[in-house]
Each structure stands twice: as structure tokens, then as C-alpha cells.
């Protein structure tokens, strides 16, 4: 008699773990990301790609700006309408560098549809780049993973920026991107 009340002790914890567990997965989630809003033939850059709330660290080997324009923890309001919701945002700035960064051109490596003028990547997310900064129209690897099918993606440098580049942290539609790569101190304003 003892085993069955055990048995069913434990069948009927199973059952209730399992009730909860299902209860916090969401087969409908998108793993935290978040869709670009836009054709990606429009010439944003960023199109309907989706890309992670959290953009992660720079790349470790990046030195941060010694004098940026807007230190880490600064609030500004950003003028780059990269993504849809990011234009007139508040930001907070999550991190400043001083390096050459990229508008580029690629066919994702997922089969997704090509996208023309992605602002930005930097130097640093190239694979062996060489000496900065490269011309416009070199073709180049890319090393960054800020969407999906980027990474290994070859691509072709569009324009070339020599400013300080920054992560921001801002909401859009009521989530939070944080480390959001890049934009260059000619988006940003004082806010």
C-alpha cells in the first residue's frame, strides 16, 4: 500500500512539474529577438531581420574612446532610424569606441533576402580586415552576429565612417534593447 501512495505522490508531481514547466515555455517566442519592421530593400540597412534585445559586449579586442563626445552612461536622443521605433528614442550609451565602421551590403548566409547599406559594422567585426579603414566596394566576411544570417556573411562595404561609434541601451515598443550596435556620433544628440 505504501509503494502506490508513493507511485502516485510521485506521478502526480511529475504531472504538476510538467504543467508548470509547459506553463514558461512559449513555442510561439522568438528567443528574444525582435524584427526590424521594414523591407529590407528599402535601404535601411536593417530590414525585417531580427535582431537579439541584447546585443552582447563589443568585440574584447576593442579599445574604448578615451574623450567620446557622449560617455558610457550618458542619456541623448537618437537621430538614426536604423530600426523601426530608434529614431527621436531616448538612449542611454552603453559603450564608446574610437574605430572604422561600415555600411555594408550581404546576402544572409540563411537564405533570407539580401540587404542593402546595414549600418553598421566595425572594422573589428571583419574577417582579417588588414589595416583600417577599407575602401568602399572592397568585399569582406563578416564576422558579427547582430542578425541572423550575418555571420560568415560575404559582403560588399558601401560607405566607410571615421567617427566614434557607440552601443545604446533604448526601449522600443515597450522592450528593451540593450547594447544595441552601433551608432556613430552623427545620430546622436544631446538629449
Known amino acids: 500500500m505504501q509503494s502506490r501512495r508513493s507511485f502516485g505522490r510521485l506521478a502526480t508531481f511529475v504531472v504538476a512539474g510538467s ?3 509547459a506553463g514558461c515555455s512559449d ?4 528567443g528574444g529577438l525582435t524584427s526590424g519592421g521594414s523591407e529590407a530593400s528599402d535601404g535601411d540597412g536593417h530590414g525585417d531581420m531580427e535582431h537579439p534585445m541584447d546585443g552582447g559586449p563589443a568585440p574584447e579586442w576593442m579599445l574604448p574612446a578615451e574623450d567620446p563626445e557622449y560617455p558610457v552612461g550618458a542619456e541623448v536622443t537618437l537621430t538614426a532610424d536604423h530600426m523601426e ?3 527621436v528614442a531616448t ?8 574605430t572604422t565602421t561600415y555600411s555594408v551590403s550581404f546576402t544572409p548566409t540563411d537564405g533570407g533576402d539580401p540587404v542593402t547599406d546595414h549600418k553598421w559594422v566595425v572594422h573589428e567585426e571583419l574577417e582579417n580586415p588588414g589595416e583600417a579603414s577599407l575602401a568602399e566596394g572592397t568585399a569582406v566576411t563578416i564576422t558579427a552576429d ?5 555571420e560568415g556573411a560575404e559582403a560588399t562595404i ?3 565612417i571615421e567617427e566614434t561609434v557607440y552601443m545604446v541601451d533604448y526601449e522600443s515598443d515597450g522592450m528593451m534593447m ?3 550596435k552601433w ?3 552623427s545620430e546622436i544628440e544631446p538629449a
Do not use: K, Q, W
Not at 538612449?91 to 574610437?98: E, K, L, Q, W, Y
Not at 547582430?146 to 550575418?150: N, S, T
Open 19 to 21: 504543467i508548470v514547466l
Open 27 to 30: 513555442s510561439g517566442s522568438d
Open 85 to 87: 521605433g530608434m529614431e
Open 91 to 98: 538612449a542611454t550609451i552603453s559603450g564608446a569606441f574610437d
Open 146 to 150: 547582430h542578425m541572423a544570417g550575418m
Open 158 to 160: 558601401d560607405s566607410v
Open 178 to 180: 540593450t547594447n544595441h
Open 183 to 185: 551608432v556613430v556620433e
